[in-house]
C-alpha cells in the first residue's frame, strides 16, 4: 500500500531538475531579447534587421521554458540513471589543467595532464605512468603536426628540446649540399 | 555534358595517385572510428578541419567524404562483435548482429554488413550522380524565399519531427540557432551578443562546438556511467564466408534497404539511422523466418546496413546541390566546404565540376577500398576494440583538444570547448539531440542571411514567402512535420517517433 502513495507523491512534486532547465532557458531569452534591444536598426527603412532575428528567437527560447515548465509538471522528462561524478571532475579538471599550462608549458606538457587525468577518471591507472606516457605521445603528436603538416601549436620547455635534437641530427644532411658549393 | 561524361572525367581527378592516397586515409581512418565507440564521422571531420586547413581542397574533401563511409562500414563491427554501436546509424544492426554473433555466426553477419554496406553505397553512389545534376536544374530556379522555406523544413525535420520529444529536439536546435547569431552581425557590422569579448566577434567555430558536443561530450557521459555492465567481445569463430542460404537470404534485403535508405538520405529529414529503422521493420515483416527476429536473423543486419550507407550517399544530395545539410557530418563537412571558401549549391556545379565530379567519383574508389579494408582484414580492427577504456578516450581528448588549440591557440577557445563539453553532457543526461544543435549553429545564420535577402527584395513584406509556390509548399511541409507527430505523440502513437530518433552522426 506504500507503493501508490510514493506513486502520487512523485506525481504531484514536479520535476525539479526539468524546472531549473526552464529556468535556464529563460534566461538565455531574456540576455538574446536585452542584447537585441541594444541594436540599431539597419537603416531607417528596413523593416527587418539585426535585431530581428535575435527577437524571434528570444521569444522560441520563452515558448520553449513554459513548455518544459509544463513538460516538468507532467513528468515527461525521461528518468535520469544515476551519475557517477568523481570521473567527470577528473576529466573537467584535466582539461582546465591543459587550459592553465598551456601558454607556460608548452602542448606536450599540458596535454600530458589532460590525458593522464583523463584515464585516471575512466579507469584505475597508475598516474605517474599516465603522464608520462601522456607526455611521451604529446610531444610525438607535437612534431609530426607542428613541424611536418605546420599546425600552430604551442611550443614549451620539451618542444625546443625536441626541435633543437632534430636540427643537430639532420644539420649533417642539411650542410652536406651547402658544403660542396 | 551527360551526367556519364562528366562522371568518367571525376575518375580522371578521382585516380590521380594524390587522390587516390587522400581517399585510402579517410577510408581508414573513418573505419577506425566508425570501429571505436565514443568517436563517429562527425567528431574526426572536425577534428580534421583545422588539420586539413593547407591541404589541397579536393583532396581534404575527398578524405571527408571517404571518412562518413568508412564510419558505416566500421559502425557495425562494434555493433556485431560488441553489442555497442560504434555510431548512432548502427544500433539496429546490434540488434540480429549481435545475436548471431553469439551463436558463433559472426563471419556471416560481418560479410553481409560489408557487402550489403559495399552494393548500397554503389547503388546510391551511382543515383547521387544523377540525381544531383537534375537538382541543380531545378535548385537554379530558387530565390531567398525558396533557400529560407528550405532551411525552415530542414530545421523542422532534423529536431522535432523524428525523436522522442518535440520539445527537445527545438529546445537543442535554438541553442544552436543562439549560438549561432553569436558575431558580428554581416550587414550591419553590428556585434550581437559578444559582450565586448573579441574572441566572440568572429562567432562561435563549428569545429569547436561540434567537437566538444560530440567528442568531450560523450567522454564525460561515458565516464560517469561508472563501471556498468563489462563489455565482452565476441570473437569472430567459424568462417567469414557467407554459405549460398545466406547469399540468398540477403540480396533482397540488401537492395530493399539501398531503396529505403537513399531517398531518407536525400530528404532534408535527418541522419542516416533514420532509414536503418524503417529497413529493419521492413524486413521484419517480409522475412519468411520472423520467428528468428531477435535471434539473428541475417535479413536484419543485411537491409538495416544497406539502408546506413545508401542515406550516407543520399545525404551529400541536398549538400552538394543545394549547400543543405541534413546530418551532423553533412554540417561539418559544409564547414569544411566554407574553409576552402566553396559554397556547395548549383553554382559549383558550373564553377567547379572537377571538385564536385572527383568527389563523386572517388566515393566509389572508396566504396572499393572499404571493402577490401573490411572484410580480409577485419581481425585488425577487431584489435581496435580491445584498447581498454582509459587510454581509449584520453586519447580521444588529445586529438579533441589538439584540432582546437591547432585552429585557434588560446586560452579562451579551450575554455569554449570546456563549456560546449559539459553543455554536451548535460543535453545528453536529459536526452536532447545533439545533432540539432550543430546544424542550428551553421543553418540559422545562412537562414537568416536568406531571409534578410528575401524581405528585403520585397521591402519588408513578410507575405512573399507564401506567394511562391516553392516556398509555400515547402513551408507547408515544415508545418506538418512539426505537427503532425505532435498529434501522434498525444494519441500515444510516438514509440514509432521514438523509435527512429536521430541522434549522433
Redesign the interface.
Known sequence: MIEPMAQANKQRRPDW??LV?AAG?MA?AL??AW??SR??A??A??????Q???YA?AI??AG?AV??II?AYRH???E??Q???P??L???G???A??AL??YAG?SIA?GF???M??????K?SLPL?LLS?IL??AF?WFV?ARL??????AGPPEHLLTQGYELITAPFKAAPGSAT | MDTFALLLQGLSVAIQPINLLYALVGVTLGTAVGVLPGIGPATTVALLL??TY?LDPAGSLIMFAGIYYGGMYGGSTTSILLNTPGESASIVTALEGNKMAKAGRGGPALATAAIGSFVAGLIATIALAFLAPWVVKFALAFGPREYFALMVLAFVTVSAAFG??A?RG??SL??G??LG?IGI?L??G?A??SFGIPDLLDGVEVTTLAVAMFA?GE??F?????KRAPETVEPVRGSLWMSAKDWARSWKPWLRGTVIGFPIGAMPAGGAEIGTFFSYAAEKKLSKHPEEFGHGAIEGVAGPEAANNASAAGTLVPLLTLGLPTSATAAIMLAGFQQYGLQPGPLLFTSNPQLVWGLIASLLIANLMLIVLNLPLIGLWVKLLTI????????I???A??GT??AN?S?FE??M??AF??LG?GLR???FPIAPVVVGLILGPMA?QQ??RA??IS??DVLVLFTSPISATLLALAALALIVPLILRARGKGQVLAAVAADND
Open positions: 531538475a526539468a532547465i532557458l538565455l540576455l538574446v542584447d537585441a541594436l540599431g539597419g537603416g527603412y528596413a523593416r527587418i534587421g539585426p530581428t532575428i535575435p528567437i522560441c527560447l520553449l513548455w518544459t513538460a515527461d522528462f525521461p535520469r540513471d551519475q557517477d561524478f570521473p567527470v577528473w576529466i573537467v584535466g582539461l582546465i591543459q587550459m598551456i601558454r602542448f596535454t589532460l590525458f593522464a583523463t584515464a585516471r577518471g575512466m579507469g591507472v599516465a601522456g605521445i604529446s603528436v603536426f603538416l605546420q599546425l600552430t601549436l604551442p | 583545422p588539420v593547407k522522442d520529444s520539445l527545438l529546445t535554438f541553442i540557432l543562439t547569431i552581425d550587414q550591419t553590428q550581437r551578443l568531450i567522454t564525460l561515458v565516464a560517469a556511467q561508472g581498454p577504456k582509459p587510454w581509449l578516450y584520453a586519447g581528448l588529445l586529438f583538444t589538439l588549440i591547432g591557440p586560452v579551450l575554455g570547448l570546456l563539453g559539459l553532457y543526461l536529459f536526452h537568416e531571409l534578410r524581405l528585403a521591402q519588408g
